[in-house]
């Protein structure tokens, strides 16, 4: 029988044209990787960019390369050493050649029974392994911290009553407790839970920016005497604003004493545990009942890629395992490799995120990434240094791990709204991209270096270019005061 009417196929013509195509596509994004280190840090996206053309009727598949070609210079600039903002991690060439592989083979890690489910199996057992976790228990590659932080906490609101919840909704009364320091994402996870934000309780810091543990009693006790049931408490290593690494031993303390679940938001942090500078202050992350992570932060796999670790294997799979008829399990075939990571997590169809993480790991091994993370710390440390030996500086917080927060001063001058204007202007000029923060209600420069490829002098460049901008708007007046 022949087909009434032939559609040709997505699959190319002429596999020697794809190969060209292909090719030529490869060298370029090699390229970009190989000049990571030059020109600009960002750059504003061009006006036909933000333009929104109709959706293609008829392709055209080079006017789409020639596209993707011209997007290559207006990334964020992450990749470049002088980018210093939020957290972002700047990535590696060769995860260009993992996803080449990925994308190869298209797998879906729902689950069944193929190559792909055993390389993520790979990853979680090395997680275990990086953060002294039991072979027992569980783990999943996600998006981010943000998926991670609401897998870990609806396991643990959902053991609460026996995994009641998932049929009869949401049980009223549970509380849960962090710092006022704690990323937004744990905030918004109560949200999601249903818990609502208000039932995340923000415990004041210390003047290191972590969480004060005799008012994290004290918030419990008044919680459990009001009636109310408290269920979590949410430490973090690293803190977005300047790194802070909460007592992370006390809060298991506190945890065990009480009962509850202790999740550790470590998104770039936790990840330090391969630096032999950092590990021997975060041992209470081994005791931890759940800990979100990035490997696109500190770990530089490219986005995205993230990691949720749970102690307890059985809660994590009781809070999402769903397996109705099409997707049940069997001993043979296809359907079998149980349990399927689909038990663990809100997704069914996922990507192969596992594979770029595994050739990182693989290729470059614990050691040199922990060395990375030593080299970072000690870089924030030396900016602090030069920052406190210039009076036209002032350090605003003390250096917890690789963030430092510092201002440019001068007098009679709004200082929040000079700082502010001084990293638009690195930025818009092109020479480094750190952002901003607010600390004790002052807005100041915040250099967040979670980068493999920063070196001593692209600090130095970023005071120099700091400096002579904060001059210039003094000298123009700008933000003056009096
Ligand atoms: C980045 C970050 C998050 C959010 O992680 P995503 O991977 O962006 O979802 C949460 N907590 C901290 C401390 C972070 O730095």
Known sequence: MTDIQHIPSLDPDNWDNFRARAHQMLESAIDQMAHAGE???????????????????????????????????????????????????????????????????????GGRDHGAIYIEKQVVSWCKAMFGFPETASGLVVSGTSIATLIALKSARDRMNNFATRASGVQPGLVGYTS??????????????????????????????????????????????????????????????????????????IAATENLWFHVDGAFGATAILSDKIKPRLTGLTRADSIA?????????????????????????????????????ADRGLAAGNPWPTEYGPELSRGFRALKIWAQLSEHGTDKLGQLITQNCNQAQYLADKVNADPAFELCAPVALNICCFRFTAPDVDLSRLNAEIVIQLQLDGVAAPS???????????????????????????LKATHSIGTKLVLERSFATT
């Open 180 to 253: 006022t320091q704690t990323h937004s994402c744990v905030a918004r996870t109560f949200d999601m839970l249903g818990l609502g934000s208000d039932a995340l309780r923000k415990i004041p810091v210390n003047d290191a920016f972590e969480m004060d543990t005799v008012a994290l009693q004290a918030a419990i006790d008044a919680d459990r005497a009001a009636g109310l049931t408290p269920f979590a408490i949410i430490g973090t290593a690293g803190a977005v604003n300047v790194g802070a690494i909460d007592d992370l031993d006390t809060l298991a303390d």
């Open 293 to 329: 992570f990035d490997f696109h932060k500190w770990l530089h796999v490219n986005y995205d890629a993230g990691f949720i670790l749970i102690r307890d294997e059985d809660a994590h799979r009781r809070a999402f395992s769903e397996r109705p008829d099409y997707l049940a399990a």
């Open 436 to 462: 901003t923060t607010v600390l004790n209600g002052n807005t100041v420069i915040r250099v967040n270096i979670t980068n493999h490829r920063t070196a001593y002098s692209d600090l130095d460049i970023l």
């Open 39 to 109: 020109g600009r840090v960002w750059t504003e996206p061009p006006d036909d960019l933000k333009t929104l053309p109709p959706i293609p009727v008829q392709g055209d598949a080079a006017q789409t390369d020639t596209q993707m070609k011209a997007l290559l210079p207006y990334g964020v600039g992450n990749t470049h050493p002088r980018f210093f903002g939020w957290v972002h991690g700047s990535g590696t060439p060769s995860n260009i050649i993992a996803d080449m592989v990925a994308g190869a083979m298209n797998a879906n890690l």
